[in-house]
């Protein structure tokens, strides 16, 4: 279920989302700009972090099944979490610079939202007080998901994708709105963090409750989805390249993201 979901987030993300925030700024504002050195900070480290956590274990021969040996685990999991807080250093405080809009339009700027502004214990509270729902909620709705798919006998990755719909509904309604109002930057840093916060969390901390609890974590991905990862994050590269996006760009990674919902359901 982890691998299927961060492999899922990845699709959905880099594929769906973005593609889609692009197609629809593309309908409204034809061409739309954003930050380069931001979207290529994003990229290379989901690149990074893709390739080493859900790749490597599939061609390593330390184990027959995917998964990391005791040491594997504990150097990965330590080297994903450090650049992901290297990348959080970044973006809030060396290189803030590379995250906001360059040129804002006047229409972007128009639309810009300026929420009240609050202390940081208030929204640590916030954040508590918003994550203890799906926390509570996470148990007895996976539970309620593996029943459908098995009787419905449906694909076991179903669930994956059903898991990161859910977790990534508000970043996706909120990079869809954004990309509308021809803030293509907003939508950038809600589309990629969401990936990049998923795996440099979801990969530490699950290989760590391995660890503790002695139990196999299988994280390497089957040779067809090595393919389409490989793929989307060539993708993202070349869309993400300095022009300016387009209604071509966000169709690409439309096709690909239906060509990976049809192989979850014909493997």
Same mark, same amino acid.
């Given at each position: 279920?982890?691998?299927?979901? +961060?492999?899922?987030?990845?699709?959905?993300?880099?594929?769906?989302?973005?593609?889609?925030?692009?197609?629809? @700024?593309?309908?409204?504002?034809?061409?739309?700009?954003?930050?380069?050195?931001?979207?290529?900070? =994003?990229?290379?480290?989901?690149?990074?972090?893709?390739?080493?956590?859900?790749?490597?274990? /599939?061609?390593?021969?330390?184990?027959?099944? @995917?998964?990391?040996?005791?040491?594997?685990?504990?150097?990965?999991?330590?080297? %994903?979490?450090?650049?992901?807080?290297?990348?959080?250093?970044? *973006? /809030?405080?060396?290189?803030?610079?590379?995250? +906001?809009? *360059?040129?804002?339009?006047?229409?972007?700027?128009?639309?810009?939202?300026? @929420?009240?502004?609050?202390?940081?214990?208030?929204?640590? +509270?916030?954040?508590?007080?918003?994550?203890?729902?799906?926390?509570?909620?996470?148990?007895?709705?996976?539970?309620?998901?593996?029943?459908?798919?098995? !009787?419905?006998?449906?694909? /076991?990755?179903?669930?994956?994708?059903?898991?990161?719909?859910?977790?990534?509904?508000? !970043?996706?309604?909120?990079?869809?709105? $954004?990309?509308?109002?021809?803030?293509?930057?907003?939508?950038?840093? #809600?589309?990629?963090?969401?990936?990049?916060?998923?795996?440099?969390? /979801?990969?530490? %901390?699950?290989?760590? #409750?391995?660890?503790?609890?002695?139990?196999?974590?299988?994280?390497?991905? $089957?040779?067809? !989805?090595?393919?389409? &990862?490989? &793929? %989307?994050? =060539?993708?993202?590269?070349?869309? =993400?390249? @300095?022009?300016?996006?387009?209604?071509?760009?966000?169709?690409?990674? #439309?096709?690909?993201?239906?060509? =990976?919902?049809?192989?979850?359901?014909?493997?």
């Amino acid at each position: 279920m982890p691998r299927d979901t +961060v492999y899922a987030v990845l699709m959905i993300v880099l594929n769906g989302m973005v593609g889609a925030a692009i197609v629809i @700024g593309a309908l409204r504002h034809r061409q739309q700009q954003y930050n380069l050195q931001g979207a290529l900070a =994003f990229l290379a480290v989901i690149s990074s972090l893709a390739v080493l956590s859900l790749v490597l274990p /599939t061609f390593t021969h330390s184990t027959a099944n @995917g998964s990391l040996t005791r040491l594997q685990a504990i150097v990965f999991g330590v080297l %994903t979490a450090l650049l992901y807080v290297a990348f959080l250093g970044a *973006q /809030t405080v060396r290189h803030r610079s590379f995250f +906001v809009e *360059q040129q804002g339009s006047a229409e972007g700027a128009a639309h810009a939202v300026r @929420g009240p502004k609050h202390s940081l214990a208030v929204h640590a +509270v916030l954040l508590i007080l918003t994550l203890l729902p799906v926390v509570l909620l996470s148990k007895p709705l996976a539970r309620i998901i593996d029943y459908g798919i098995e !009787e419905a006998g449906l694909p /076991t990755a179903l669930g994956g994708i059903v898991i990161a719909l859910l977790v990534l509904a508000p !970043e996706g309604l909120s990079a869809l709105q $954004a990309a509308s109002r021809n803030q293509l930057q907003r939508a950038v840093n #809600l589309s990629l963090g969401s990936a990049l916060s998923t795996i440099g969390l /979801t990969i530490p %901390t699950m290989l760590a #409750l391995s660890l503790m609890f002695g139990i196999p974590l299988e994280i390497g991905l $089957a040779p067809g !989805e090595v393919v389409m &990862l490989v &793929l %989307t994050l =060539f993708i993202a590269k070349m869309t =993400f390249s @300095g022009a300016p996006t387009n209604f071509v760009l966000g169709s690409v990674h #439309l096709l690909v993201f239906a060509g =990976f919902i049809v192989l979850v359901f014909s493997p």
